[in-house]
């Protein structure tokens, strides 16, 4: 990880590299053009969503006024790459570098213009919307059940994931900056336990929609522990960015496993719950508040280990218990 | 084929279903009731997605509580008014059922091609009209190697030149496959297209044959 005192001259390096590299100059293209792809991909693909039906009304304006709105929209969605790009530029100027500056904001502009060239023409052409090749990159190209949950965690609970990360990312941090004079290995889970606590809402939504858009899993021959790897896998890659800290943080190595299996097994034991508790939502934070506490006690007595074992023995239970016969009140 | 003894639903207290016991031989049953009778409540047991009180065998040995796996791998069910994920696609859920069904992608092929959704699958489902929505849920009905398809109100909201497609498959199913079927329907549903279709009466909050 970059020092926040070594921060500008760590960047100052890489657009160095991009301005001196003709290898690395392609590289960064590429990975621009990707994202080109990927926002265009979004702003084709949200003509085509019913509430965005008004956006066709565009084309009564003739084309360049059209290309003018689709540009300022692709540059604006841009603005990240033109911000890098931009100072990449003023960087190569001051190095005499002419050429490459204007060519990296020239790429640029043109990369936002056929975009804008594209968009405008599925807009006018809307029979052709879904079968426009942006529209269909699919990937992976079959997706699992796991897929599905990571979809509607990325597709419908962004804010909340990226609150909820914010959140948990301090509350690692935070308990890592308590000065101390030796490692100890309840720091890590102390403040790991702060973070997953903050995924109670998270894991609510999942479960709320699950209920509503899943029920017809339930009609497919998947064993209930198939599924509960399922999500095991699913809150196993949620907690990604909070291992990579540990790591980034020196946790050892035998701490990191059993950070991981903690991690999981919590985020499971949660997701249990709420069969148990019937969705309740009053209920549930009550649950949440008392197992914090009973949880941070048994971290403070180095007793981590056990918490594992019982919030992966519990969650199991409840899992296999309720799958079948929870029923939502909604019903 | 399908044999239910005991069965007791209850929402909120409130006895909705009774049915002492109940045997459906092989064949193509329409069952008809009023609204709020328990049609789609009986179908939802059947399928696996509803608690409930009591016993379900197929084919005498595959009980529903007892072997969930085996029993689910051979009875499918379509929704009145399915509910899909808006972001995935129709490829989406038909890769899923294909691979926990078990079935042939030259079968999933051709149902697709019968039902003539190819043009659609590769958009995501919140684009989807309720027509297009009620397709894709009855390709995922008939994919695998089903003995049983529960069919909820299948003709609602199909276009009519799918309706004889859709008869058309069910009657070929039965006769090759040996396929039965349980279909709730407030439309007529022709005896001409379907052979030889008995009737099946959910009433007084119990079920029993016309």
Redesign the interface.
């Known amino acids: 990880m970059v020092e926040g005192s070594q921060l500008v001259s760590y960047h100052l390096s890489l657009m160095t590299g991009i301005i001196q590299s003709t290898s690395f100059l392609l590289i960064v293209f590429s990975v621009w053009f990707v994202y080109s792809v990927k926002s265009s991909q979004f702003v084709i693909s949200s003509f085509a969503w019913p509430q965005n039906s008004f956006l066709f009304t565009l084309t009564c304006l003739p084309r360049s006024h059209q290309i003018g709105y689709l540009l300022f929209t692709h540059g604006f969605i841009h603005l990240p790459v033109w911000a890098y790009a931009l100072v990449t530029s003023l960087v190569a100027f001051k190095q005499g570098n002419l050429l490459i500056g204007i060519f990296l904001l020239s790429f640029n502009f043109l990369l936002c213009f056929t975009m804008s060239v594209i968009s405008v023409f599925q807009l006018n052409n809307p029979s052709s919307l879904y079968r426009s090749p942006l529209f269909h990159i699919q990937f992976p190209k079959k997706k699992t059940l796991t897929w599905f949950y990571l979809s509607f965690i990325m597709n419908d609970l962004k804010l909340i994931t990226m609150v909820t990360k914010l959140f948990s990312y301090l509350a690692v941090v935070g308990f890592f900056q308590i000065p101390l004079d030796h490692y100890e290995n309840r720091i890590p889970f102390m403040g790991f336990l702060l973070g997953l606590t903050a995924h109670a809402i998270l894991i609510f939504e999942i479960r709320k929609w699950e209920d509503s858009y899943l029920t017809f899993t339930k009609n497919l021959p998947l064993s209930s522990i198939k599924r509960y790897l399922v999500l095991a896998l699913v809150y196993t890659l949620l907690i990604i960015p909070e291992i990579f800290l540990m790591i980034v943080n020196k946790v050892h190595v035998v701490d990191l496993f059993a950070v991981i299996i903690f991690g999981m097994a919590y985020l499971l034991f949660i997701h249990s719950s709420l069969y148990h508790l019937n969705m309740n939502m009053d209920r549930y934070i009550q649950f949440i508040s008392i197992t914090f506490l009973i949880s941070f006690t048994l971290i403070l007595f180095t007793l981590s280990w056990f918490l594992v074992f019982i919030y992966a023995t519990v969650s199991i239970s409840w899992y296999k218990k309720y799958f079948y016969s929870f029923e939502s009140l909604r019903l | 084929m399908l044999e239910i003894a005991n069965i007791k639903k209850e ?1 909120s207290g409130q006895l909705i279903l009774s049915i002492p016991h109940l045997k459906f031989t092989d064949g193509i049953y329409w069952i008809k009731g009023g609204n709020g009778s328990g049609k789609t409540t009986l179908l939802k047991i059947m ?5 409930f009180e009591g016993t379900i065998l197929l084919n005498t040995s595959t009980d529903i ?1 007892k072997n ?6 051979y ?3 379509a ?1 009145a008014e ?4 808006s ?3 129709g ?2 859920l038909i ?3 294909e ?3 078990s079935a042939s992608s030259v079968d999933v092929k051709n149902l697709v091609d019968v039902f003539n959704i190819q ?2 699958l ?3 489902i ?2 989807y009209s309720s027509g297009m929505v009620k397709k894709l849920s009855l390709v ?1 009905a008939f994919i695998g190697e089903p003995k049983l398809i529960l069919l909820d109100e299948p003709l609602v909201t199909l276009e009519d030149h799918s309706i004889p497609i859709l008869l058309k498959l069910i009657n070929s199913y039965q006769s090759e496959k040996k396929v039965s079927f349980l279909i709730t329907s407030h439309q007529l549903l022709e005896h001409d297209a379907l052979k030889t279709i008995q009737g099946v009466l959910v009433k007084d909050k119990t079920v029993c044959f016309l």
């Open positions: 929402y399928a696996g997605l509803l608690p509580k969930p796996i085996d029993y689910r791998k009875v499918n069910y929704e399915p509910l899909f994920p972001f995935l696609t490829y989406d890769h899923l059922f691979k926990t069904k043009s659609f590769s958009n995501p919140g684009t995922l």
